[in-house]
């Protein structure tokens, strides 16, 4: 007789035994965002590292109000800012060894100058050159990446195959609140913690996606607790708090390097700008919620750190705006230079061997742009725009 035929008489027999595979509890993120400066975690702190810190936040600031005027000039395409950010923006480019990789998104022009890149060459993409404007082996620096979140699954597969050749490298991937929502985040975030790619995730939560906010991007209880359903420990800190952020990133680093697997990252923090010179953020954001932010901006707090313990005087404030006005003066004069570019260019990095198409296509190209010389008059400078 069958169970079908005994409904009264039926028990299901108990499944096996289950207990989770990784116990989640070390994974969870804290309740509020981990913070240093203003704190007793701030006692001790060492001078040399908050001083350069401050130096290279001023320098920052600087640098986003110099390529928001050029884009007013003409000077360049689009300039998305990020000030209100600098403390992740030059903490994650100082949490990194030389060896390492940094993958940015277009946001992200900070961090790889506090990294060592050309200020001029981080802009050449967004100047709306057709290329990245530098060499990414030369200091490490993935192109800064327009498309949301595709730069980490490239970081996961740079640090994975690192580890495969025995190379002390880890790879640092940033992205926003809104690139979270993409498939590339659950991708990279997935194959990382599988196969313990040294990674660290940093997402900049900085409330809004252009004009959606975070309550609109996401129902979870944060961004760093979508770690745990990966299997990776979330961290939750204060993006605004440059030591803070360091500490966090420093050592979630060092976990990578030693084989302990990724870390998903989320600094909370503020866009103070606009998306970028091209958007209006008073259609979708009062000034009230600006201005609330303004109080907890990432150089007034470590100013403020570094007053209380007697480190900064006039006379350090005035050489660090100096410094900041000779990188903008130096900006601003070498991206006032029309660049010379040759068009044929376009065809050079395309393929190792260029494809029969894109042979005619050059032939046409070229034929184009004879003819057009030899109507016009000689230029000594070439082609320029
Ligand atoms: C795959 C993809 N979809 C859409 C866009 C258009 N887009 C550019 S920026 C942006 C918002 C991204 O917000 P977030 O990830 O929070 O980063 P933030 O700009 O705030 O730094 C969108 C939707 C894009 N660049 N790439």
Redesign the pocket.
Known sequence: MTVLEQPGSYRPTPPPAWRPRTDPAPLLPDAEPYRVLGTEAADGLDAGLLLRLYGHLVRGRRYNAQATALTRQGRLAVY?S?TG?EACEVAAALALQEQDWLFP???DTLAAVARGLDPVQALTLLRGDWHTGYDPHEHRIAPLC?????QLPHAVGLAHAARLKGDDVVALAM????????G?FHEALNFAAVWRAPVVFLV???????S?PLAK?TAAPSLAHKAVGYGMPGRLVDGNDAVAVHEVLTEAVQRAREGGGPTLVEAVTY?MDA?TNADDATRYRSDAEVDTWRGHDPIALLEQELTARKLLDEATVAAEQEAAERMAADLRERMNQDPVLDPMDLFTHVYAEQTAQLREQAEMLRAELDAAAEAAPASPEGTQR
């Not at 900049?204 to 252009?210: H, K, T, V």
């Open positions: 998305p990020s950010q998104s277009y946001r327009t498309p949301l979140a595709t992205v926003g609140d809104g690139g979270t929502s993409e590339d900049q939560n900085n409330g809004f996606a252009i959606v991007q866009r998306h």
